[in-house]
């Protein structure tokens, strides 16, 4: 567990089980309907995915929770597998681009960061970077994948100091007309900043 001082609360990023996860689910899509700006609406066609997700092989969640315990933030994942709706589509345009032998080595051995959301009001305090180190701490895969949408963002900032490089850019998937980029980078991180320092 961390803690770091986010605005004038405390803010501790706590792991979370799979019944935590559901138990908390209704403020966890509020987060990341305000965090990505979509419809309210979106939160409920989220739910049954999300559900499923926290039901897969090695899933694993982390919050971030103010003093009030209230949560602000959450980054979830588990490991890729052919089926999975985000291998084949990310494997679909590897293979188009770079080949099929290019897609099978990017996508093997590699944890999905599925989703990582902070409310807005508590964004630029560096709790992105603490709940994606959190999540990624004692994962096993050899690599981290996800995807982000194009254009400059403070997530573009936080996975480009991590290390983060291009798998996949200005790809499209299936029922979303923004372009994203696929990143990637090795596991393990390189440690965090050492503690009483900030980190973006």
């Known amino acids: 567990m961390t803690a770091t001082s986010s605005g004038e609360n405390v803010v501790r990023v706590v792991p979370l089980s799979p019944e935590e996860f559901r138990t908390?689910?209704?403020?966890?899509l509020s987060v990341y309907v305000a965090a990505m700006r979509y419809p309210t609406g979106t939160a409920e066609q989220r739910r049954p995915m999300w559900l499923t997700h926290a039901l897969r092989?090695?899933?694993r969640c982390v919050a971030a929770l103010d003093a009030d315990d209230v949560l602000v933030g959450l980054?979830?994942?588990?490991p890729g597998a052919p089926g999975q709706w985000w291998y084949e589509q990310v494997h679909r345009g590897l293979s188009a681009r770079a080949g099929a032998d290019v897609a099978a080595a990017r996508l093997t051995d590699y944890f999905e960061l599925t989703e990582i959301h902070v409310r807005p009001d508590r964004q630029g305090h560096g709790l992105g970077e603490q709940l994606l180190r959190g999540l990624l701490d004692d994962v096993r895969s050899a690599r981290v994948l996800l995807?982000?949408?194009?254009?400059?963002?403070?997530?573009w900032t936080l996975y480009r100091r991590l290390g983060?490089?291009?798998?996949?850019?200005?790809?499209?998937?299936?029922?979303?007309p923004?372009?994203?980029a696929v990143l990637g980078r090795a596991l393990p991180l390189e440690p965090g900043p050492?503690?009483?320092q900030d980190s973006a």
Do not use: Q
Not at 75 to 78: D, S, T, W
């Open 57 to 59: 092989t090695g899933w």
């Open 147 to 155: 995807s982000t949408p194009e254009g400059p963002t403070r997530a």
């Open 194 to 196: 050492a503690p009483g």
């Open 24 to 28: 908390r689910l209704p403020e966890a």
């Open 178 to 180: 923004r372009a994203f």
């Open 75 to 78: 980054a979830y994942g588990y």
């Open 164 to 176: 983060f490089e291009d798998v996949l850019r200005n790809y499209h998937f299936a029922g979303d």
